[in-house]
């Protein structure tokens, strides 16, 4: 299915593309939507980042795609709209109306500067107006730098600057007079109080030139600090039913967040969150550090399903009943359909010049092959293990004015008994060694003289290059093998070979893929109970 991914990460930050990164090495599928409107964009570079102190924000986004796209991951620029489904089966509306689906989901939508409603506070936001000392600290060493007393943490910003500058100012705006041990402790930094409601900040040739009082009154300043709220950007995981809580430093709620656990999991399952939405102190290189620990969680949870699902799969190959309750329930839960509801590119590449007649499709799921077929003028006979597919399948069909006759049977046990078909087809259908042979008799013993038997399994070889495949590797035969099993008297082998096609990949932006096709064409003299 197009547009699904083990990983959809929403957010591509420093934390975003951090595990994305992670998780393509991994070999997991990943895809980070963007909306391309960084938090740090308007600083000119970052700074406590080991070995890229000074980098400009940007460059360090750039290196950070590519290293992503290197991987085999898909950027996406568009903004997340809406999320929703649960662990194995997320969606992720865009804006631009494409819909992704998602195994797991990594949030790195980072925050909201909430700042305070003084005339040009937002315009010199992250150049002359500041609020993390660690960040910016040492670009205004030594020059004047106001605190604006404008949230709960900003007698602390007061004390903290003072140790890049000994010229500080706390304007003390709209809050309360500082108590006396409050007062002391300024004093003794040589820390200057001033009283009186900030009006607006003056600016010379588009940099901060002072900070203008209520009272008309001008304090020369090179930098002014003030104390955004920090608000989680959380909008997206409301239809997951995951809401931001209030954030405190101390005592102090400063902001909202989403809680985490040490390793980034959310309370929701199989949505991990990184970054400034989950941290709003993390600086760049604890956002990328918390999306590397996330990245690697999520693909320890991904390996944990797999090995789940790869016993389930052995299980129901070798027991009927729980096989056909295993597939009824992975269709019950994927509500939305497990398949595309497209043809199979090899089916409608090889039955196009095929005159219409009566088709067999072997293990039709929710009927993709089968309707497309009958939209093609055949009368199609759907086989399937779940009834719930076959269902879906009927009703694709009639939505499109279409009848299919589906019938509910194990392929591995089924008898075609005197029905004949001028199309036999399987795509995708795979058996352990033991019963595919069986399985391909069988199919071949309902083809009618002259009519052609089609199948389509993946390629083996996709194992060796990081395509994930359930089951074991010899479940996937070649078409040389499928064909060994007709007798050559009897068939005309017309395709036996490995196909490639596109696939999303994960060796440094492509992956090989490849489908084993069969297609045989009965010779029309030879008798039909034969194979």
Known sequence: MDETYDVVVIGGGAAGLSGALALGRARRSVAVVDEGTPRNAPAREMHNYLGRDGTPPGDLLAAGR???????????????????????????????????????????????????????????WGTDVLHCPYCHGWEVRDQPVGVVASGPMSLHQAQLWRQWSADVVFFLHTAPEPDDATAEALAARGVRVVRGEVAALETQGGRLSGVRLADGQVVPRAAVVVAPRFTARSAVLTGLGLEAEPFRMGEAVVGSHVPVDP???????????????????????????????????????????????????????????????????????????????????????????????????????????????????????????????????????????????????????????EERWDLVTASFLHFPPGSRDGVLRRLASAVAPGGTLLVTMHDGSDLSHGIQRPGLPDWYATGQQMAAVLDSELWEVQVAESRPREARGHEHGSAHAADAVLRARRQPSTSSSLV
């Open 66 to 124: 590519a290293e992503v796209a290197g991987y085999g991951g898909t950027l996406v620029q568009d903004t997340v709209t809406a999320t929703g489904g649960s662990a194995g089966a997320f969606t992720v509306e865009l804006a631009g109306g494409r819909v992704l689906q998602a195994r797991r989901l990594l949030v790195t939508t980072g925050l909201t500067d909430e700042l305070p409603e003084i005339p040009g506070v937002r315009e010199l």
């Open 263 to 417: 390793r980034g999991a959310t309370a929701v399952p199989g949505v991990w969150a990184a970054g400034n939405v989950a941290d709003p102190g993390a600086q760049v290189i604890g956002a990328a550090a918390a999306g590397l620990l996330a990245g690697a969680g999520i693909n320890a949870d991904l390996v944990a399903e797999d090995t789940r699902a790869a016993v389930d799969v052995i299980r129901a190959m070798s027991d009927p009943e729980y096989g056909e309750q295993w597939w009824e329930e992975r269709y019950r839960t994927h509500g939305h359909g497990v398949w595309s509801g497209r043809v199979n590119d090899v089916l409608a590449a090889e039955v196009a010049g095929l005159p219409p007649g009566r088709a067999l499709d072997a293990g039709a799921g929710e009927g993709g092959d089968a309707v497309w077929l009958a939209r093609h003028g055949w009368s199609v006979t759907a086989l399937d293990l779940s009834r719930t597919a076959l269902d879906r399948a009927a009703a694709a069909a009639e939505a499109a004015g279409l009848e299919l006759d589906t019938r509910h049977t194990d392929v591995t046990a089924w008898e075609p008994g």
